[in-house]
């Protein structure tokens, strides 16, 4: 299946089941990375909740943020799942430690997953799950 067109369809996430996700993928839809934010102590949270992590409030706001980060942990997918594209193997997983202080798990996109390391700097791509929809991703920042 090397032509890009016949790749299996990814499944799409389902959104906002228990919490309103509709400012994350409003966003996605516009190439920006929007995360909550607790205006009461300054910090974001990834993945979205009801509350606030920091305060227990429900006082939260959607932010945009910047997408640039540095390696926080990472690992390499090299067997497939029932829902994961045989054909992205091996899948360099990450999770990245934002500039805004908040970590988010993605793929590292068109990069040997080998070359892929703790410390490296990183800044926001996107990954398309459907023709209409993508994921935040990233890819690797030399200096």
Do not use: H
């Amino acid at each position: 299946m090397n032509d890009e067109t016949q790749r299996p369809q990814r499944p799409e996430p389902k959104t906002g089941l228990f919490v309103d996700t509709e400012p994350f993928w409003k966003g996605t839809e516009r190439g920006e990375l929007m995360l909550q934010y607790c205006p009461d102590t300054q910090q974001f949270q990834m993945f979205p909740r009801p509350v606030s992590m920091y305060s227990g409030r429900r006082e939260l706001e959607w932010r945009k943020v910047s997408g640039r980060g540095t390696i926080y942990a990472c690992t390499i997918v090299r067997v497939p799942a029932p829902n994961l594209d045989a054909s992205r193997l091996p899948l360099s997983v990450v999770t990245v430690e934002l500039e805004e202080g908040v970590r988010i798990l993605g793929n590292v996109l068109d990069r040997d997953p080998e070359t892929v390391a703790i410390g490296q700097r990183v800044e926001l791509a996107w990954d398309p799950i459907s023709d209409d929809l993508q994921y935040p991703a990233f890819v690797v920042v030399e200096d």
